[in-house]
């Protein structure tokens, strides 16, 4: 079999194969004693549903920035994966973990729906894209006896893991930054291992990398699987944490939602990903006291951060910690310096 | 459902073809811009509302204004409204080299920038434009036809093919074919990229203007109307061939037919549904969208 002659792009990604950044470590380490510090009910649900969209978020980060697939149709995924966990557990009584799983299952099964779709590129595979969730979204509005139509899904049960019902924001917020660490570890480890290779070579140059002898459709198919499956799993513990869908939360607008996540905080970057998700879903709560003008004020901060080029956030963060880094070891190390060279 | 008579059907020929001129003059906007700088220009829509409540604005200010002048307040502050846009946000980026999808996401930005602000200024009630048209309809050797359907008619083909007139025959609209076909060997014939950048973005704006005169006053004028109908325009650009001046006119009409007749016999809940089914299965034996019939596969 040949092999893939394509290094990944050094620009992005530093960290090696496997190993886990410091710097995630720590902020896993911060988010644990998080709902110590700040126990306050509305804080944790926001926390949580940062967490929620954040998955959606790190699944098209790999759609999108590691295999380069444009997709604006999301929030489909969501939906099914949504609904799907919603029915099970209400509806058919299934155990939360197992509908958890069947929510990613039945959305990555309703991309195999996309496969054809996979060999359109840029402008023609979104639209293709947003068709398909335009459809969802009209299933979901319309099918009444299986989602309730625009009267929403009631009745969901909180999520429950092992016989112990998750009754408290704290124990939601737990299982739901749970889910999202483990996406964020199993996706960290697809950027340097072979397919993550082989996708980033599809994302520079589609043809060098099919004359390489990757298999261009398969390996981009998979992506799409793999985004709708974490996008799947989103919508289940969304389902569990709001315990109320209504089809409105999953127009189009939801799938602009994630796509703005994934470019704010950087094309290519899984931190991007989640910091772009805190943005996204924290600024308008924290935009709250200004009423009206509150969406108005997000839409210039979303266009600004544009300003910021290719890395977004994840990118100005990294400059800030370096510039940050720099300045302390200066300070601190200094004195020491100065003595040196005085002999 | 069932057997429809001849006025009928032809009623519904003429709806389709209205709706889907208003369709084309949104895709034109967002061939034009795609073809120039490669972006899905996702304020499109909200350009096409602005119009719509500019124009409605002129005809509360003054009652009296005849319709052609009211298409002409339309195109004129969207056109604007579009340059504005491209001088004051996408043009700092380009400057910038910042990567397309930034650009992107960029025209997102200003999409929720101007429905916000528009909510803010018109409120968010459907507002009702003024008989713009005569009521009584038309009579054609005996075909019935509504006179509004008929001039929105008349005057998307007509602003069509002023279109078409200026970018065949005007040095500026040449310059424009010029740019979009590759930047660089045209600035070095002497086109100012700029200026033709900020062209085609009036252009399209005006375009955009047009159509949000006539749909408002098909329907209502509201600060969201721009959202779903953009949305459309964009997928009937993207069915006539992203970037194809002819196919995004074909696209947008041959959308709207579809719209009216799925409507009508298959189901109104599905409405926009289908015509997605459609697009998705023209997009897989057409990956290049409808010009790909007519242009020599390479």
Known sequence: MAKAQVTASSHRGAHRRGSVHPAALLAMAALIALPWIEPDKFALHVLSLIAIASIAAMGL???????GQLSIGQAAFYGIGAYTSAFLT????VPFPLALIGAGIAAAIAS?????????TGAYLAVATLGFSIIVYLFIKNEEWLTGGSYGFIGIPRAELFGYVLRDARSSYYLNVGVGAIVYFVFARIEGSRFGRAINAIRQD???ARASGIRVTLLKSECFVIAAFVAGLSGSLYAHEVRYLAPNDFTFWKSIEILIMVVIGGVGS??????GAAVVVGLPEYLRAIGDYRMLVFGAILIATMLFGEGGLAALAATLGRRLHALARRLILKPTASRKAAP | MGALSLSQLIDLVVGGLAI??????????FAMIMRATNIIHFAQGEVMMLGSMCGLTSLWLLPALPLPVVIAVGMASSGLIAVAMELAVYRTLRRRRVPIMNIITATVGMSILCINAARIIWGSEPLRFPELFATTAYDFGGVRMSP????IMVMGVAIMGALQLFLKHTPTGLAMQAVAQDHEAAQLMGANLTRIMAY?????????????IMLGSMFFAFFEMGFITGLKGFVAATLGGLGSIAGAMLGGILFGLIETFSTVFLSSAYKDGIGMILLIAILLVLPSGLVGLWQKRR
């Open chain 1, 90 to 93: 209400a509806k058919l009584g």
């Open chain 1, 270 to 275: 899984l931190a991007g990903a989640i910091l």
């Open chain 1, 206 to 208: 589609a043809d060098a």
């Open chain 2, 200 to 212: 085609t973005f009036a252009i399209s704006g005006m375009m955009a203007g047009a159509a949000g």
């Open chain 2, 148 to 151: 509004q359907l008929f001039w």
């Open chain 2, 20 to 29: 889907g001129c208003v369709y084309s003059l949104i895709a034109l906007g």
């Open chain 1, 61 to 67: 980060q790999v759609l999108l920035g590691y295999s």
């Open chain 1, 112 to 120: 195999l729906l996309m496969v054809p779709i996979t060999r359109l």
